[in-house]
């Protein structure tokens, strides 16, 4: 992988694992997906996409986070040259619904209230497209997060911190909080805070492949 | 509680729903413990016990971990006044036996390769003493973690960076590294990283009545 000169071989000796020749370009605006990949020592460009989150064709919440990120990856591919891009898109679903990011106190409020003692999904799909072969590959992550009973006052205490709006489903599971709003998951947890790493590093493993 | 008026009303106000009219301290000596306590807001100080976590007397995983996190969190309560002491102690369980923190690159190396392609379990116990009254109360939280099918040369990788040797097991699920090696947990997170945080806050909820 190129323009790793600058980090420490702690830091970087997982990127050692997988070879790709171009540079990585993440299309998504999450800071909590810039810091996942961070932590993959991966190094790697920004560019935000404009693509629309609630413009889908899907219906299957496995489809609908599947065709977004190939979306948001394409729209970028278009525009970069020499780079293999990233895209990707969670949803939190309940009971046959997206839970949006909420618009207001009261949004919030009721998915919290609704989320509380139920079990919900999280879909997160992942697309890498090479700008140059338009070669492609997606796949998703499900995560089953439980939550246990929540108390109004509670609810109300983590909206007043504002965590709730930038985030689907009202809720960040590694915010203070989020964390102790949930009492078990089943599945992989980085896929809930927005980025599946260990499938994400999987992926780039395979589609590496490509470049030998 | 006390001691957080430094504090901005977005990091405190988890504390405003617990009630402990005395310091909080951690008799604990991780790092990740110490930022995870961090993340719930709550004001504390940190004192390190001299416990020796190699010598208990139960035999069962739930039972050994809740003596160890009742013996560091009471030998802290011991010399601290007006405290309410929380102590903890996590292990690695597989297939009968317990997976220590690594002393070498061997037992490093033999930990993960064990791990591969596993399922195995993560229990940490909780204790909390009020260093006044000797008031306490033990828990405990079990996570099932699922390790993918690693490559030689993954585990390698890893063990230069340096992660596995203040870990028990061998790995953490929050570096890069350890991230990626796991497949699924049905559980608790946080309680893989060494302290459950929403068994600790329900916890320290329900200590709190004796305050009342």
Known sequence: MNMQSNMTSQNNSITD???IPKEIVLASSSPRRKKLLETLGIEFRIV???VDEDDF???EPIEIVQELAYKKAKEVADTEKD???IGADTIVWCEGKILTKPINDE???NHLKYLSNRTH???TGIALIDSDTNLSLVA????LVRFRQLEDEEILAYIRTGSPFDKAGAYGIQDDFGAVFVNKIIGDFYNIVGLPLTLLYLKLKEFSKNYI
């Open 17 to 19: 694992l997988i070879h």
């Open 48 to 50: 935000h996409p404009s």
């Open 57 to 59: 064709t899907n219906h």
């Open 83 to 85: 780079s293999l891009v």
């Open 107 to 109: 949004e919030a409020f």
């Open 121 to 123: 999904s999280v879909f």
């Open 140 to 143: 998703y992550e499900h995560t």
